[in-house]
């Protein structure tokens, strides 16, 4: 028999049985047939690599299988920890789980279609679906991760201008985007010698609150500063009948408003409180979280 003849006799017998028995099986009843080793091992490479693809192709698909799957589970974690910082770690151990076993289940299917599919399309291809399912299942989590958990707010510094009762005092601001407009809750103002307001609001701590959601809302309250104190509590809250001129950023960060006829909605005169320093307040409040 030629080597020709022989190559081809080689070539059909592996096609016939290949898929019956094993290589080590192939191997040993053609070279005992009298065919040439280094053909017959030759014949067997080429068989396998028209069946399963070649060893280069298939490290090629493994590695990018799993680390388009791994980035998806890398790129949920940065974006936690990114975008909604600490409030986040709370939540980030859970996610990562329920999302790595999701991944781990993806690229177990996935792989072995795109395996299947490797001999006949090549690495690319074959890697339409890992990619896919990577793609999908991280979105998916990091879509769910951004409702779930709280973005953090901006912190920034606020000033609160009382003309009766007169007040001046600072403030840390903390400024919490939402879809149309910024909420910015004002901790203690703070008049530079204490945490307490002056003598004329009678030792009453100052706090407020501002929002540009939905159109301008401000209250501001005075609780007294001693948790033990008998003294009662005062709450300002706008109303459609409040007044204001405003000058604020395109994006809410910062911004002055004045305001003129801010009344008195509710308060606690308590067991020893004043009467509370005004029926309306009028002032100025400003805050900057850029």
Known sequence: MSSTDSDAFIRDYIMANGSTYTREALREALVGAGHDPAAVDAALDEWRARRHGSAGDRRTFGRWAAGVHIAALVAMVVFVLIVKGTTGTGYLGIAAVILG????????????IGRALLPNTGVVVALILPVLGALILGGTCIGLM????????????GELLLEEPAFYGTSTAACRATVDGVDISFAEFDTGDQPLVNDTVDGHLV??????????????????????STDGYWNYVSNPTTNFSTEIAADDLSGTVVFAGLPLESGDPGASAPEPPQAELSG??????R
Do not use: E
């Not at 076993?101 to 072995?112: F, N, R, Y």
């Not at 501002?210 to 033990?228: H, Q, R």
């Open 146 to 157: 951004n409702a779930v958990i709280p973005t953090p707010p901006r912190m920034g510094t």
């Open 207 to 228: 706090n407020a609150y501002l929002s540009t959601y939905g159109g301008l809302y401000l209250s501001i309250a005075f609780t007294p500063a001693d948790p033990k």
């Open 101 to 112: 076993v999701s991944l781990l289940i993806s690229w177990a299917g996935t792989a072995a």
């Open 284 to 289: 100025t409040i400003n805050w900057d979280c």
